[in-house]
């Protein structure tokens, strides 16, 4: 009964190729987001989605996008992948008004 | 801009020790700082939490302590255990949260040795 999930847990690719990451929550959130953790473990806002509508979208190349087809699931596409774009992507949650983040496991995704 | 700052970077503690970790931060309409543990392989997990209107918030082992009138925050864990490793973030929104920009700090990997 994982709260946050998201798949897959390891991607490697080729450089240009696109790819996606998926996100499933099942807490009844309200809130969605992405964030990027690179090499030095540092923790950085993507995208947050609060029922399904684009809230914050960070200074990302727009090689990323968003898309939330209903309020428990974000899913990132990245189109033609970098080998800067290698880092760990999280899956997160909350519900309005308590400021608690759930995360979910990570994917891990390796550029070659 | 950095709006979270946290030290150190890493810290070594010896078992049964003290480790202590500090973060500062400059937005006043801050309300809600939460630490956050990380274990390898694994997401970050809400550890502890305070709001701004306490100087002290202990839950077991883990203690933060609150200084509003420095913008200060820090989190104390007491006789560290080796499964404490993991990495800690701080962190600072504002309530309510819908959906706004939780800012975290960049991070302390404590390791604790047996």
């Known amino acids: 009964d994982t709260a946050v999930s998201q798949t897959p847990k390891y991607l490697v690719t080729q450089m240009g190729n696109d790819k996606s990451i998926k996100c499933e929550q099942n807490?009844?959130?309200?809130?969605m987001y992405w964030y990027k953790q690179d090499s030095k473990k540092f923790l950085k806002i993507m995208f947050s989605y609060n029922n399904k509508e684009l809230i914050i979208n960070e200074t990302v190349p727009n090689r990323f996008s968003p898309k939330s087809p209903d309020k428990a699931h974000l899913n990132l596409h990245i189109n033609s992948l970098e080998l800067g774009d290698s880092a760990v992507y999280f899956c997160?949650?909350?519900?309005?008004?308590?400021?608690?983040?759930?995360f979910g496991s990570g994917t891990q995704l390796s550029v070659l | 801009q950095q709006q979270v700052k946290q030290s150190p970077q890493s810290l070594i503690v010896q078992k049964g020790g003290i480790s202590i970790i500090n973060c500062a931060y400059e937005n006043t309409a801050f309300d809600y700082f939460p630490w956050y543990q990380q274990f390898p392989g694994k997401g970050p997990a809400l550890l502890i939490a305070i709001r701004p209107d306490v100087s002290e918030k202990k839950e077991g082992r883990f203690t933060i302590s609150f200084n509003k009138s420095a913008k200060q925050f820090s989190l104390h864990i007491m006789d560290s255990q080796p499964g404490d490793s993991a990495t800690y973030f701080c962190?600072?929104?504002?309530?309510?949260?819908?959906?706004?920009?939780?800012?975290f700090g960049t991070g302390t990997s404590l390791t604790v040795i047996p």
């Open positions: 807490l009844g959130h309200d809130t």
């Open positions: 997160a949650s909350s519900q309005a008004p308590m400021p608690k983040l759930f």
């Open positions: 962190a600072a929104s504002k309530t309510p949260n819908t959906g706004n920009q939780f800012y």
